[in-house]
T-cell receptor, first 115, second 111 residues
Framework: DTAVSQTPKYLVTQMGNDKSIKCEQNLGHDTMYWYKQDSKKFLKIMFSYNNKELIINETVPNRFSPKSPDKAHLNLHINSLELGDSAVYFC??????????????FGPGTRLLVL | QKEVEQDPGPLSVPEGAIVSLNCTYSNSAFQYFMWYRQYSRKGPELLMYTYSSGNKEDGRFTAQVDKSSKYISLFIRDSQPSDSATYLCAMSGTGTYKYIFGTGTRLKVLA
């Protein structure tokens, strides 16, 4: 079974449109993330939720709005899409065990292309 | 200066070579160090995790952390063409949910 899944895998849309990306994890983790990866492979954190509570909100335009209906899901809605939003968006979830080990597991990514 | 620096490569090596990948960092609060492998058009996959200083070995992979020098390394022994990918280092501190990633090093292992 897929641990962290994202839909859709590919998204091609016009400037100005509104779109959503969905993420689900079946690992039982409490913390989930959205990252943006640009063409140079740099992974930049956007948001993080812990137990449905927003805990990280980086300097992201407010056209981007995350929503976590429950611990296993984290969605990303983007309003008024711009050319610069074209990138690969990764969802991740974080494991933290009692020993303190904390590691992230990534989804397969959503390739967004804004025309 | 970026918090985490990583040479983007590409690094090309012949099959069977020992590969050394490195990251330097500036934040002495980092305690958790990870290496991810990312194949083209795939998500990052966790390879190695190390807490604080020291070495960790898993098969052909060895991760080293030198906190005094703020320097981490990933060694790949007997490299294979299937190791060709981008390798990303990532770091985090205690009590934080935030991870800082390097820019990734693109590795090509030539058959």
């Amino acid at each position: 079974d897929t641990a962290v899944s994202q839909t859709p895998k590919y998204l091609v849309t016009q400037m100005g449109n509104d779109k959503s990306i969905k993420c689900e994890q079946n690992l039982g983790h409490d913390t989930m993330y959205w990252y943006k990866q640009d063409s140079k492979k740099f992974l930049k954190i956007m948001f993080s939720y812990n137990n449905k509570e927003l805990i990280i909100n980086e300097t992201v335009p407010n056209r981007f709005s995350p929503k976590s209906p429950d611990k296993a899901h984290l969605n990303l809605h983007i309003n008024s899409l711009e050319l610069g939003d074209s990138a690969v968006y990764f969802c991740a979830s974080r494991r933290r065990d009692r020993g303190g080990e904390q590691t992230q597991y990534f989804g397969p990514g959503t390739r967004l292309l804004v025309l | 200066q970026k918090e985490v620096e990583q040479d983007p490569g590409p690094l090309s090596v012949p099959e069977g070579a020992i590969v050394s990948l490195n990251c330097t960092y500036s934040n002495s609060a980092f305690q958790y160090f990870m290496w991810y492998r990312q194949y083209s058009r795939k998500g990052p996959e966790l390879l190695m995790y190390t807490y604080s200083s020291g070495n960790k070995e898993d098969g052909r992979f060895t991760a080293q952390v030198d906190k005094s020098s703020k320097y981490i390394s990933l060694f790949i022994r007997d490299s294979q063409p299937s190791d060709s990918a981008t390798y990303l280092c990532a770091m985090s501190g205690t009590g934080t949910y935030k991870y800082i990633f390097g820019t990734g090093t693109r590795l090509k292992v030539l058959a």
